[in-house]
């Protein structure tokens, strides 16, 4: 079956300027996960949203960051004024319900560059 | 909030069992110890998933003593394409950040 997906799958924009990250998690899955992971280090963890609300975005680095799920499926990150230092590989995941004593499974990422 | 930590490398070689330590002193009551594998340029991949004693599957085994505060990830008779980095995640109790170790960079070698 169809996994997570991310799109773009990389995304290059100057400082300043704002993004949109995308992620269509695998269908029926009710969590949701975003993370950051730059190069050689884990993945940090952004925001989790059960359905269509934010259960846990105390990840989030600043209020440039935001995300939504409006239908409780595709989720949005956005990034307004970007940075230099939010260059990293953004990953989302899915799971069937949320947080604990679940499997997590991630798409690809999107690799976002700011110049 | 668990902070985690794992070696940074490990070498092996094709046949051999590998074991990966991570330590997670600060780990809750309720949290869970997940454990995946990422390839390069990819999402990471769930392995195996516990919350106390040993756990095993097709794949791997985990093993966590009595105190919780670190666990092992054993990996029977590694191949070449088990040349990855290897992450454990704490957390999911509600209120407690998902927090992933710094990862294992393993090197399985012919």
């Known amino acids: 079956g169809a996994g997570v997906s991310q799109t773009p799958s990389n995304k290059v924009t100057e400082k300043g300027k704002y993004v949109e990250l995308r992620c269509d998690p695998i269908?029926?899955?009710?969590?949701l996960y975003w993370y950051r992971q730059s190069l050689g280090q884990g993945p940090e963890f952004l925001i989790y949203?059960?359905?269509?609300?934010?259960?846990?975005d105390s990840g989030l680095p600043n209020d440039r960051f935001f995300a939504v799920r409006p239908e409780g499926s595709v989720s949005t990150l956005k990034i307004q004024r970007t940075e230099r230092g939010d260059s990293a590989v953004y990953l989302c995941?899915?799971?069937?319900?949320?947080?604990?004593?679940?499997?997590?499974?991630f798409g690809p990422g999107t690799r976002l560059t700011v110049l | 909030l668990a902070k985690t930590t794992q070696p940074i490398s490990m070498d092996s070689y094709e046949g051999q069992e590998v074991n990966i330590t991570c330590s997670h002193n600060?780990?809750?009551?309720?949290?869970?110890i997940t454990w995946y594998q990422q390839f390069p340029s990819q999402g990471p991949r769930f392995i195996i998933q516990?919350?106390?004693t040993k756990v095993t599957n097709e794949v791997a085994s985990l093993f966590i003593p009595a105190d919780r505060k670190s666990s092992t990830l054993s990996l029977p008779r590694v191949s070449l394409s088990d040349t990855a980095v290897y992450y454990c995640?704490?957390?999911?109790?509600?209120?407690?950040?998902?927090?992933f170790g710094g990862g294992t960079r393993v090197l399985v070698k012919p």
């Open positions: 995941a899915s799971s069937r319900v949320g947080l604990a004593d679940n499997e997590q499974f």
């Open positions: 995640l704490v957390g999911g109790a509600a209120g407690n950040k998902l927090t």
């Open positions: 269908s029926g899955h009710t969590a």
């Open positions: 516990g919350y106390k």
């Open positions: 600060n780990i809750a009551t309720n949290d869970y």
């Open positions: 949203f059960q359905g269509t609300g934010a259960a846990d």
